[in-house]
């Protein structure tokens, strides 16, 4: 039996869509008809669905989706990234919309008002003191107290306040998790509402506004306290080592 195999051609994007609009034929005329329909779709709305494509083949961009959900429960990026980084699976996802930078501007506010009702820049202020132990945090990386430290509004968090920070958002990616094993394509919109809809289930406050205190009094508050709290500290240094001097001085008699 005679076999015969052909290797299949594939053409460069961009000259189909060059070819498409400037051929006279039947082909090129459906072509037009379909892109310019994308294109009204994309320009009224903001984005463009390939419905039957989902329909057909959404096993596959199920599946993949599912898998990209897992990647992102298990990094170790911080709590607001893993809430952005499901956000921007959406099917119509555009990093450049209003929705998108409004989301984007909000989320940690909304995570943390639902925790504990303040925004990240009024848990900062209410809570930074140079009288207190590390400048009023309560965690932070390393052994001792920096000036980036004092301006993130999570290390300002109790015990009990971190975990429900974390059941938080971990009920959002099972929540995403499960939208994925039902194979429910999601858009920008869904994920704000869904967002939404758990902090209102789990009996939490929502956010309404930008809270009282800006992003800016509060980093100018945090820098003026650690300022104040690094000056002590300083100053404890030097005495201590000069009663180490003194000691030393008077065995060497």
Request: glycine share 4%; net charge neutral.
């Amino acid at each position: 039996m005679r076999e015969v195999r052909r290797e299949i051609e594939h053409y460069n994007l961009d000259m189909i869509i060059a070819v498409g609009y400037r051929v006279q034929s039947p082909v090129a005329t459906r072509f037009r008809r379909w892109a310019t329909a994308r294109l009204h779709e994309y320009i009224q709305k903001g984005f463009a669905l390939d419905d039957e494509r989902l329909k057909q083949g959404g096993a596959r961009y199920f599946r993949e989706l599912l898998q990209r959900i897992r990647d992102i429960r298990s990094s170790e990026r911080n709590f607001y990234q893993q809430v952005t980084d499901i956000y921007a699976t959406s099917i119509d996802y555009d990093p450049r919309s209003l929705t998108t930078r409004n989301f984007f501007a909000t989320v940690q506010n909304k995570l943390h008002y639902a925790v504990h009702e303040n925004t990240a820049a009024e848990v900062i202020y209410r809570r930074v003191d140079n009288e207190k132990p590390c400048v009023g945090m309560t965690n932070f990386k390393g052994s001792y107290v920096t000036e980036d430290d004092v301006k993130i509004a999570k290390n300002y968090l109790s015990e009990a306040e971190l975990q429900r920070l974390n059941l938080l958002v971990s009920q959002f990616l099972d929540y995403a998790e499960f939208q994925a094993l039902e194979q429910v394509p999601m858009k920008m919109e869904d994920w704000i509402q869904a967002l939404d809809d758990l902090i209102v289930r789990l009996r939490r406050k929502l956010l309404e506004g930008n809270g009282s205190i800006s992003h800016e009094q509060a980093l100018e508050k945090a820098q003026r306290e650690f300022e104040i709290y690094r000056d002590r500290e300083m100053k404890q240094l030097e005495s201590d080592f000069d009663r180490a001097i003194k000691q030393l001085s008077f065995w060497e008699k």
